[in-house]
């Protein structure tokens, strides 16, 4: 993709939720195989760039489906999270089916977290463990609740004293609009990237993994948190 290519260097990139059709809810016609031209060219682009590619894929495994979040190494090694919370106002839970796994994969010394979109307003499944120091977020996320989006992006930061990555679509189909608001966030609750809100492109960000130790080593916020999940 020419996003990609206009930012070479990084170690990951990241695309929306079912970046290659656009978010759906019937999915016979489009979901994808798991031996798909979309996950080939994920592993091809990966090994291109030494970096990681990750984003959401509708995908068919027998006569399920799933919105199933692709995190692709350079090696060609492939982790992935089946959507927990499927869009239930939507109809998603209909034809999709849930996942049942948390998952949280490991990159260059960073753990990350795997979510898609409605995930986001779920805090407890998203509650750190110890177990992660960022999250990403993939999503169509549409423009009539983009200040929600906003706002969970900024609360799941600082609840989980991690950095969080939120990447949204930008773009209409015949349900939604959607004015991307693709930003990422430190553990503090601030701003250190983001996308002009409306406009098709893409930005990068460097996270300090020992600011985020020194901070959750003078506050540590994390020891005190609820284990009832």
């Not at 090694?77 to 998603?92: N, Q, R, S």
């Not at 999709?96 to 979109?117: H, K, S």
């Not at 990237?193 to 098709?200: S, T």
């Amino acid at each position: 993709m020419e996003a990609i290519e206009r930012n070479p260097g990084a170690d990951l990139y990241v695309l929306p939720e079912m970046f290659s059709t656009g978010f759906c809810t019937n999915p016979e016609g489009v979901a994808e195989t798991m031996d798909s031209d979309t996950l080939k060219w994920m592993k091809d682009t990966a090994a291109k760039n030494d970096a990681a590619v990750a984003g959401s894929v509708a995908v068919t495994d027998g006569e399920r489906y799933f919105n199933r979040f692709y995190f692709v190494k350079p090696d060609g090694t492939v982790a992935h999270y089946d959507k927990k919370h499927l869009f239930t106002y939507g109809g998603e839970h209909h034809r999709f089916t849930a996942g049942e796994e948390r998952v949280v994969v490991e990159w260059r010394g960073v753990r990350i977290l795997l979510e898609v979109c409605y995930d986001l307003r779920f805090p407890v499944w998203a509650r750190n463990r110890g177990d992660y120091e960022m999250i990403l977020y993939v999503a169509s996320w549409p423009t009539p609740r983009v200040a929600a989006w906003s706002a969970l992006l900024v609360a799941r930061a600082i609840e989980n004293q991690c950095y969080v990555a939120g990447v949204n679509r930008v773009g209409t189909d015949p349900a939604c609009e959607y004015c991307g608001g693709t930003v990422v966030i430190d553990p503090y609750g601030k701003t250190i990237a983001e996308c002009p809100m409306g406009e098709e492109s893409e930005v990068s960000a460097v996270i300090d993994m020992d600011a985020l130790a020194a901070f959750r080593q003078k506050f540590p916020v994390l020891e005190d948190r609820d284990l009832m999940f």
